[in-house]
């Protein structure tokens, strides 16, 4: 029996999943981040976030501005985000046929993001605060046999971080403020395995009914995770009593996932690999190994106090997703290293937003964003369809006394033409994605 030596060094090609390791799914800001840890600043498009006062989320949105508080705060956040996309295009397989199976389905899920926040300011000028939040991270997950099954079935992210933070005056008008961060990366993955198309690629095999692509399908599924360790600064300036300038920096966190890859084979396949010594440690259960890095983010944020009863925000943020250029998953069996170039962009994002006092017991709140995608259609592919895109917020506050606050929000978001064009598994997926999301939050906050 042939050795198949072209199988082995196909093995990365039939793979593909390095992308998973990283595509969180379309989360809700550009590439895998999400920004929902705070509802208060979800009402108005996440404008003024480094700046505003009276949100524990400053913890990890800029540590500085926890001077502006007043004994303890605790502050608990859950935002539901309901997402929608679903593929309005073709695909073609290793021999250039259509593929086979559905358009996959609504690719998105409902998932709950929550935070919890507690922040307490001492009488000499110092605050202490800790936050539980999840920064990346998503679900996402396509009908079995769909047409791009080979570059994506099911992808879960969960990146939850812990952080403690500090916060000094220096003078009246002027705070800084670090912060240090545990992270926990988890994460899932799987998607389709032509290996029908491996047995095809080598003449020796090549005769076999099965031996051909779509002939014998089957599935990897990969899991694993890390701890990392990242920290951030602030700085908050109040020049005037009615305007702040807040400056936010967190900073790159490296995961080495550890865990483990499950392999679904054909019985025909595996016979075929099995019958040589070369190809017979080829797709078997056991160790995988890949490293990750999540973003820096700066933050910047300003808030305007026009009158007594209306403020005006904004925020501009950079995201260096410029750390994310390839994934390499790395297996303890002698599969060969699986590696996908990302080549992502550091990407911006603005916000304008606007709150008004009605009365002494609500306010309401509105803005709009402009995110941009780090991704480009040449390396982009259905784990992640991004593209740049609109955020529409509205919100409110409803204070039930002087210790209480509810907040309530929704926001729209709008992808501008999500579009693929992508190869894996010697099978080509391109076309439209039709997607939106929208984000349900509410949130209470108690000061004693």
Request: overall charge negative; charged content about 20%.
């Amino acid at each position: 029996m042939a050795t198949y030596p072209r199988i082995t060094r196909c093995t990365a090609l039939a793979l593909g999943i390095a992308g998973a390791l990283a595509f969180a799914g379309q989360a809700q800001a550009a590439g895998f981040q999400l920004k929902e840890n705070s509802v208060k600043s979800m009402g108005a498009a996440f404008a003024g976030t480094a700046a505003k006062t009276g949100d524990s989320s400053v913890v990890t949105n800029n540590p500085a501005v926890m001077t502006q508080f007043e004994g303890t705060t605790v502050q608990a956040d859950l935002t539901v985000i309901d997402l929608n996309y679903e593929f309005q295009g073709a695909a073609v397989d290793a021999l250039g046929r259509p593929m086979s199976g559905s358009n996959g389905g609504n690719a998105g899920d409902v998932t709950p993001v929550p935070a919890l926040s507690v922040v307490h300011k001492f009488d000499n000028g110092t605050a202490l605060g800790a936050m539980v939040s999840a920064p990346f991270g998503l679900k996402t997950e396509y009908d079995p046999g769909w047409v791009g099954r080979y570059a994506a079935l099911t992808s879960e992210v969960e990146i939850v971080d812990l952080t403690l933070s500090g916060a000094v005056d220096l003078g009246d008008r002027f705070s800084v403020g670090l912060g240090i961060i545990a992270s926990r990366a988890d994460v899932t993955l799987s998607k389709g395995v032509d290996f029908g198309a491996l047995l095809f690629s080598n003449p020796a095999s090549r005769p076999l009914p099965f031996a051909r692509p779509q002939g014998a399908d089957g599935t990897a599924e990969v899991q694993g995770d890390d701890n990392g360790f990242g920290w951030l600064i602030g700085a908050h300036f109040r020049p005037t009593d009615a305007v702040s300038i807040g400056v936010s920096y967190r900073s790159e966190i490296d995961y080495e996932l550890s865990g483990t890859v499950d392999w679904t084979v054909p019985d025909t396949a595996r016979a075929v690999f099995d019958s040589s010594g070369t190809t017979s440690p080829l797709f078997i259960d056991g160790g995988a190994y890949a490293e990750l890095t999540t973003p820096s983010i700066l933050n910047v944020g300003a808030t305007w106090q026009v009158t007594d009863a209306f403020m005006l925000s904004a925020t501009y943020a950079r995201t260096g997703w410029e750390s994310l250029r390839e994934v390499r998953i790395q297996f303890e069996n002698p599969d060969p290293d699986s590696v996908e170039p990302f080549q992502w962009q550091d990407s911006d994002f603005y916000a304008l937003g606007a709150e008004f006092q009605l009365s002494d017991t609500w306010a309401l709140r509105g803005g709009v964003a402009y995110d941009e995608t780090p991704t480009n259609l040449e390396h982009r592919t259905p784990r992640l369809p991004d593209a740049n895109r609109m955020f529409y917020s509205i919100g409110a506050t409803w204070k039930l006394n002087d210790a209480f606050d509810v907040n309530m929000a929704y926001t729209r978001i709008e992808p501008r033409n999500p579009q693929i064009n992508t190869a894996s598994g010697g099978a080509r997926v391109l076309g439209a994605f039709d997607g939106n999301a929208n984000l349900f939050g509410v949130s209470a906050q108690y000061r004693f």
